[in-house]
């Protein structure tokens, strides 16, 4: 029989010692105390339900964008009729609008603020329109200034930064003669000035007060109560779309046929604004492939009326900035040459976006459409 090993234990239940707890020599170098994992439980336990809390906060962060983006989606949803969602359009595009007049996150220059802001009211005023026999006239009347009257107040700031942009892309384009004038130079030093600050002031209290905001914000609470089974038929919007394409095709002929610089350049304006009400309805309407020719199309006329209002300004002598005679020569030669290859183009592809009557044009705009005349597909 082997011998039993006398060990501290032993040794305390030989003399009678209460064997309830180990003597502090009996722990070896491998034993911890219990406390250890105990605390590192518990801080995994916290650190566990600190990144649940966390998943479920940004899942439902992601949650609210999705429903704040497909709310503001300028286009149809599934399942919604016609009513329902020229409204829900209208509120996120006040939504839009508001919001980047109002609030300053950090996350956005005031430039792309004030052209959020200003192409959400573009969009309201097409969509205005194509509701125009739906609303009456007087309450059209209404929320029509409103949503301009906001528009011209931050038309300036767009003015300044298109400028200096439009006479970088002519100066990429005639390197060799315009990059190393000094007239060109002083030029767009003071158009840079200008442009300097210019976003800020248009989001200013002073250029757009807070009763401009209380306007807006009161236009909402008034499309709120829209009755969208008022408007739940696409017929009921399709003599203002045939309207609205009719007047896009008188203006393209008179721009084709107008003389003079003034003269042409108001044309050209007149049927850029109406191409892109084009634009707008299509896109309402979820026609967004026959919307993106119309787009197209707007850009050459956008390109062409910046081109325009350049020249404008360069004729300006009395200006500080304003370039010498034979820069000023120049500078009118080559806008003057681009605006006529800009306006050949759009002519061409504006006889192809209006090539059909107005109402052929519309009965194409229901097929392309996701709408029929009783609401979704």
Same mark, same amino acid.
């Given at each position: 029989?082997?011998?039993?090993?006398?060990?501290?234990?032993?040794?305390?239940?030989?003399?009678?010692?209460?064997?309830?707890?180990?003597?502090?020599?009996?722990?070896?170098?491998?034993?911890?105390?219990?406390?250890?994992?105990?605390?590192?439980?518990?801080?995994?336990?916290?650190?566990?339900?600190?990144?649940?809390?966390?998943?479920?906060?940004?899942?439902?962060?992601?949650?609210?964008? @999705?429903?704040?983006?497909?709310?503001?989606?300028?286009?149809?949803?599934?399942?919604?009729?016609?009513?329902?969602?020229?409204? *829900?359009? &209208?509120?996120?595009?006040?939504?839009?609008?508001?919001? +980047? %007049?109002? =609030?300053?996150?950090? @996350?956005?220059?005031?430039?792309?603020?004030?052209?959020?802001?200003?192409? +959400? %009211?573009?969009?309201? =005023?097409?969509?205005?329109?194509?509701?125009?026999?739906?609303?009456?006239?007087?309450?059209?009347?209404?929320?029509?200034?409103?949503?301009?009257?906001?528009? #011209?107040?931050?038309? $300036?700031?767009?003015?300044? $930064?298109?400028?200096?942009?439009?006479?970088?892309?002519?100066?990429?384009?005639?390197?060799?003669?315009?990059?190393?004038?000094?007239?060109?130079?002083?030029?767009?030093?003071?158009?840079?000035?200008?442009?300097?600050?210019? &976003?800020?002031?248009?989001?200013?209290?002073?250029?757009?007060?807070?009763?401009?905001?209380?306007?807006?914000?009161?236009? *909402?609470?008034?499309? $709120?109560?829209?009755?969208?089974?008022?408007?739940?038929?696409?017929?009921?919007?399709?003599?203002?779309?045939?309207?609205?394409?009719?007047?896009? #095709?008188?203006?393209?002929?008179?721009?084709?046929?107008?003389?003079?610089?003034?003269? =042409?350049?108001?044309?050209?304006?007149?049927?850029?604004?109406?191409? @892109?009400?084009?634009?707008? &309805?299509?896109?309402?309407?979820?026609?967004?492939?026959?919307?993106?020719?119309?787009?197209?199309?707007?850009?050459?006329?956008?390109?062409?009326?910046?081109?325009?209002?350049?020249?404008?300004?360069?004729?300006? &002598?009395?200006?500080?900035?304003?370039?010498?005679?034979?820069?000023?020569?120049? %500078?009118?030669?080559?806008?003057?040459?681009? *605006?006529?290859?800009? =306006?050949?183009?759009?002519?061409?592809?504006?006889?192809?976006?209006?090539?059909?009557?107005?109402?052929?044009?519309?009965?194409?705009?229901?097929?392309?459409?996701?709408?029929?005349?009783?609401?979704?597909?």
């Amino acid at each position: 029989m082997m011998a039993t090993q006398r060990t501290a234990i032993r040794r305390r239940l030989a003399i009678r010692r209460r064997a309830h707890r180990p003597p502090w020599s009996a722990r070896k170098s491998g034993h911890g105390s219990i406390l250890a994992p105990l605390a590192a439980t518990v801080v995994a336990t916290v650190a566990l339900g600190v990144g649940v809390a966390l998943a479920r906060g940004e899942r439902e962060r992601r949650t609210r964008r @999705k429903h704040e983006r497909q709310a503001r989606r300028f286009a149809p949803i599934a399942e919604e009729t016609l009513g329902v969602g020229l409204r *829900r359009m &209208a509120l996120g595009q006040l939504d839009v609008a508001i919001e +980047a %007049l109002e =609030r300053d996150t950090g @996350k956005r220059s005031p430039e792309e603020r004030v052209h959020e802001a200003r192409k +959400a %009211l573009k969009r309201l =005023r097409t969509l205005l329109r194509l509701l125009r026999s739906e609303l009456g006239e007087r309450l059209y009347r209404r929320e029509h200034a409103v949503v301009r009257d906001t528009g #011209r107040r931050l038309a $300036e700031a767009r003015d300044t $930064e298109v400028l200096l942009a439009t006479l970088d892309e002519l100066i990429a384009r005639h390197p060799k003669k315009l990059a190393s004038r000094r007239g060109v130079q002083r030029l767009r030093a003071g158009l840079q000035g200008e442009r300097e600050g210019a &976003a800020e002031r248009a989001l200013a209290a002073s250029a757009v007060p807070a009763g401009a905001l209380g306007e807006l914000r009161a236009m *909402r609470a008034r499309v $709120e109560q829209w009755r969208p089974t008022q408007m739940s038929e696409l017929d009921s919007i399709e003599p203002a779309l045939e309207r609205l394409y009719a007047t896009g #095709r008188k203006r393209m002929r008179r721009a084709a046929k107008a003389d003079g610089s003034r003269g =042409r350049m108001r044309k050209m304006h007149e049927w850029r604004k109406r191409v @892109k009400d084009l634009r707008y &309805a299509q896109e309402m309407l979820g026609a967004g492939k026959r919307a993106k020719r119309a787009d197209a199309l707007g850009e050459l006329l956008g390109q062409e009326h910046d081109l325009a209002v350049l020249g404008e300004r360069v004729r300006k &002598a009395a200006s500080p900035h304003a370039p010498g005679r034979r820069t000023r020569k120049l %500078l009118l030669r080559l806008i003057a040459k681009r *605006r006529k290859q800009l =306006r050949k183009r759009a002519l061409r592809d504006g006889a192809q976006l209006y090539a059909h009557k107005p109402k052929r044009f519309v009965r194409s705009v229901r097929k392309a459409s996701k709408l029929h005349s009783s609401g979704r597909r």
